[in-house]
């Protein structure tokens, strides 16, 4: 690992992230699997447009999708203060982006990892929520993701070929043994929660049975009648639960899995130098 400063201009991210295709945790965990070739830096700029472009309702996008999801159980509360937030998670990573590397007169990237790190822990609160939380279990993943991000470019930064690997990764491993810990544990949840909301009635009348079978997050129902005894009908609702389980596992498959396959990776990585990293974040400075 070798350390680069560079002054060249941040190139354009070739992924466009939208909040529906492509949301920030995706574009992380794309970053993170070697999908793409640009910098974190160049992913971070490309986040904060995103973020700040006034014709996109970044958030909105990712509201709707959950909503298809889970329904009216929404955490309406922390999806605004999340948009709150937003701007003192922007102003952060840009000056994480501005910092220079070294610095004696202004906080370098060192310094600027640091306030984003405790920034975002202190919020977590907001995405990790007591009510609802599998409503945010994508804003979970985009800030984590961002965490993820600025800890990993923090600890190649600070880590030189002929010392100790940097402090940063021992926090980039603490950091993702929680995001995995509760992503597997919320992808979980959300499955069970919503399976539940699932439900059917059997109504018999005048010789026949009617099977109902109701979707509690759509309201979606469908319906089988059949003569009594005659078990027709007696797949309906079991063809039904199985419909709506493959739409929440491709729902988990295409927004979820990804993220939490990248985390694991990146861990595997963190893994490999924490237990010879310096005490110090800028090996450096503490010789």
């Not at 920030?24 to 904060?48: C, D, K, N, R, W």
């Not at 990776?265 to 450096?284: G, I, M, Q, R, V």
Request: glycine share 4%.
């Amino acid at each position: 690992m070798t350390s680069l400063v560079t002054s060249a201009p941040t190139p354009e991210y070739s992924e466009v992230i939208d909040g529906h295709n492509t949301t920030i945790g995706l574009a992380a965990a794309h970053q993170i699997q070697g999908t793409v070739s640009e910098t974190v830096a160049a992913l971070l700029a490309a986040i904060i447009e995103t973020l700040t472009q006034g014709e996109l309702d970044y958030w909105g996008e990712v509201e709707s999708d959950v909503i298809t999801v889970v329904g009216e159980y929404i955490n309406t509360h922390n999806m605004d203060q999340v948009r709150v937030y937003q701007e003192d998670l922007v102003t952060l990573m840009e000056r994480y982006i501005a910092a220079p590397e070294q610095s004696d007169t202004y906080p370098d990237k060192n310094e600027q990892a640091s306030a984003l790190s405790t920034s975002i822990i202190t919020h977590r609160y907001l995405t990790e929520a007591a009510i609802y939380p599998e409503s945010m279990i994508l804003h979970f993943q985009d800030i984590s993701s961002i965490h993820a991000l600025v800890l990993q470019d923090a600890a190649e930064t600070y880590s030189y070929h002929d010392l100790p690997p940097s402090r940063w990764w021992v926090d980039l491993s603490q950091e993702l043994d929680h995001y995995i810990a509760y992503g597997q544990h919320i992808s979980n949840s959300l499955r069970t929660n919503r399976l539940s909301l699932l439900s059917c009635h059997i109504h018999s009348h005048g010789g026949y049975d009617t099977y109902t079978a109701t979707d509690g997050v759509t309201g979606e129902q469908s319906e089988c009648v059949q003569l009594e005894e005659s078990g027709s009908c007696d797949q309906h609702c079991p063809l039904f639960y199985q419909h709506k389980i493959q739409e929440i596992d491709s729902f988990l498959a295409y927004k979820v899995t990804d993220v939490l396959d990248s985390w694991q990776t990146l861990k595997e990585l963190a893994d490999h130098y924490a237990p010879e990293a310096s005490s110090f974040y800028d090996p450096l400075k503490g010789v």
